[in-house]
């Protein structure tokens, strides 16, 4: 079956810092594996992501207004992954339902919808409208002392 490395877009997966990226087998010339590449530098080059939607990755995304996948496996990766899905932003898929088909069919509507983008960017937007952190530090020190 076909995956997302056949599509005509470039791929670019991590292994993490212990991973292999040769475990992966050979791959065509739009794929691209590494152990890591920080999230500041790629993201601002990506029409989607797809990720277990843990918090870093999944408010990363929102911030920067991309579309995503998540498929979650632990912790608040399901609550991101449900946020994600609900308000439209993107997709998700249960561990149980992670098929090769579902997965490439997931990225085709993620890039071929502009709804998820829009409703991405809208969240960017209010991400981007929310005070700094020592903005609501200094807040809840006034408040609670």
Same mark, same amino acid.
């Given at each position: 079956?076909?995956?997302?490395?056949?599509?005509?877009?470039?791929?670019?997966?991590?292994?993490?810092?212990?991973?292999?990226?040769?475990?992966?087998?050979?791959?065509?010339?739009?794929?691209?594996?590494?152990?890591?590449? /920080? !999230?500041?530098?790629?993201?601002?080059?990506? @029409?989607?992501?797809?990720?277990?939607? +843990? *918090? =870093?990755?999944? #408010?990363?995304?929102?911030?920067?207004?991309?579309?995503?996948?998540?498929? /979650? !496996?632990?912790?608040?990766?399901?609550?991101? @992954?449900?946020?994600?899905?609900?308000? +439209? *932003? =993107?997709?998700? #898929?249960?561990?149980?339902?992670?098929?090769?088909?579902?997965?490439?069919?997931?990225?085709?509507?993620?890039?071929?919808?502009? @709804?998820?983008?829009?409703?991405?960017?809208?969240?960017?937007?209010?991400?981007?409208?929310?005070?700094?952190?020592?903005?609501?530090?200094?807040?809840?020190?006034?408040?609670?002392?």
């Amino acid at each position: 079956s076909k995956s997302i490395r056949d599509l005509d877009i470039r791929v670019v997966t991590t292994v993490g810092p212990n991973g292999d990226p040769a475990a992966l087998g050979p791959q065509p010339s739009n794929v691209h594996v590494a152990r890591y590449i /920080p !999230q500041d530098h790629l993201l601002t080059h990506c @029409a989607a992501v797809i990720s277990h939607g +843990g *918090s =870093g990755t999944f #408010l990363a995304a929102l911030a920067a207004g991309i579309p995503q996948l998540c498929v /979650p !496996q632990a912790a608040d990766q399901f609550l991101n @992954a449900e946020a994600c899905a609900q308000c +439209g *932003s =993107g997709l998700a #898929l249960q561990p149980g339902a992670v098929s090769t088909e579902r997965v490439r069919s997931a990225v085709e509507r993620l890039l071929a919808d502009v @709804a998820f983008r829009d409703a991405a960017e809208v969240v960017s937007l209010e991400i981007a409208g929310m005070p700094p952190p020592a903005t609501v530090a200094e807040q809840l020190r006034i408040a609670y002392g």
